[in-house]
């Protein structure tokens, strides 16, 4: 058991940074799908700047943890992993309070809370990972 977590914290890091990534880059070239997958709805009158906002977030927080990944910085991975709680539990509590939410649509908010504090916690208490 003990090889096998190193191995998973290592690619589900990686797959939630890339992850992070693609979801941003998505709210640059397809807005309204974008903001439709996050669980909202806003009549923006063809003003996304609320989307190039939430899109440059989330390639931020997907860079520097795919880049604190790669460059073996596990206790700022930990740290940062355990501060970005707070991003997905907003963004969950945002789309909680939508008149016409889907308890669908607040899974994978819900999983990137449970998701950060288990890698924030393993990162964090890692000194050296194979």
Same mark, same amino acid.
């Given at each position: 058991?003990? +090889? /096998? ?13 890339? @992850? ?11 807005? %309204? ?7 909202? &709805? %806003?009549?923006? @009158? ?7 906002? +939430? !899109? ?6 997907? *860079? ?8 073996? $910085?596990?206790? =700022?991975? !930990?740290?940062?992993?355990?501060? =970005? #709680? /707070? #991003? ?6 945002? %789309? =909680?309070? &939508?008149?016409? #939410? $889907?308890? =669908?649509?607040?899974?994978?908010? *819900?999983?990137? %809370? ?17």
């Amino acid at each position: 058991m003990k +090889k /096998i977590t190193p191995i998973i914290a290592y690619w589900l890091c990686l797959l939630t940074g890339l @992850g992070l990534v693609f979801i941003g880059a998505r709210f640059f070239f397809v807005p %309204v799908e974008a903001e439709h997958a996050y669980g909202i &709805q %806003v009549n923006t @009158g063809g003003n996304f700047s609320f989307h190039y906002l +939430k !899109g440059a977030r989330d390639i931020f927080s997907g *860079l520097a943890l795919t880049a604190l990944l790669l460059t073996r $910085q596990y206790r =700022a991975l !930990g740290i940062l992993s355990l501060c =970005a #709680v /707070i #991003v997905p539990a907003t963004d969950m509590s945002i %789309v =909680a309070s &939508q008149a016409n #939410v $889907q308890t =669908a649509a607040l899974y994978p908010h *819900l999983s990137a %809370v449970i998701i950060a504090i288990l890698l924030g916690s393993y990162y964090l208490r890692a000194k050296t990972v194979k």
